[in-house]
């Protein structure tokens, strides 16, 4: 487990002089805090975020420790190597799932799209066997001249995500 430093943080003040708890936070009160407690918030609440992986990331591994040996073995014994098993720990009943992560060779002779080829041309649908979705990576349509990005125009939506917010004084680098 990596160790990390967190930097602490002074308490926030709100518009009165009041400390402001993460648990009183309000979107009225952050609105109406002072530019330096709206910056001090913003490194409370990324310090916290921070501590909380940390503490997440430490319990996991605590927790693989003590009971992952036991759990793969069960597993194992059931002829799989991933799943749900259940363990007992004195008066603990521990539910331990190890879930699996499918990936699917997309290119080469033993690939999916060598399926699909394959499929086609027995004159079957490969879409009823395989999920097929096109892309175009941003970057690259970006990089396209006009003549090449007119016809896949009608094909691309676009749509905003949610905006980031860091804040900063004015002339200052963070």
């Known amino acids: 487990m990596?160790?990390?430093?967190i930097r602490p943080v002074a308490s926030v003040l709100d518009a009165e002089g009041v400390p402001?708890?993460?648990?009183?936070?309000?979107?009225?009160?952050?609105?109406?805090?002072?530019?330096?407690?709206?910056i001090q918030l913003q490194d409370l609440i990324e310090q916290k975020l921070a501590e909380a992986e940390f503490a997440r990331k430490t319990f996991?591994?605590?927790?693989?420790?003590?009971?992952?040996?036991?759990?793969?073995?069960?597993?194992?014994?059931?002829?799989?190597?991933?799943?749900?098993?259940?363990?007992?720990?004195?008066?603990?009943?521990?539910?331990?799932?190890?879930?699996?992560?499918v990936a699917w060779t997309q290119k080469g002779p033993d690939s999916l799209e060598a399926i699909a080829q394959r499929i086609a041309e027995s004159g079957e649908d490969p879409a009823q066997y395989i999920d097929i979705k096109y892309g175009v990576s941003e970057r690259k349509y970006e990089a396209w001249p006009?003549?090449?990005k007119a016809p896949f125009r009608k094909a691309r939506t676009v749509k905003p995500g949610k905006p980031s917010y860091r804040l900063q004084f004015a002339g200052e680098e963070r």
């Open 2 to 5: 990596t160790d990390i430093s």
């Open 20 to 38: 402001l708890t993460l648990e009183a936070l309000t979107v009225a009160r952050i609105k109406r805090l002072p530019s330096a407690a709206k």
């Open 60 to 101: 996991q591994a605590a927790l693989d420790e003590t009971y992952g040996v036991e759990a793969r073995a069960q597993l194992l014994a059931a002829g799989r190597d991933t799943g749900t098993t259940h363990l007992r720990d004195r008066t603990l009943d521990v539910t331990v799932e190890i879930k699996k992560t």
């Open 146 to 148: 006009e003549s090449l």
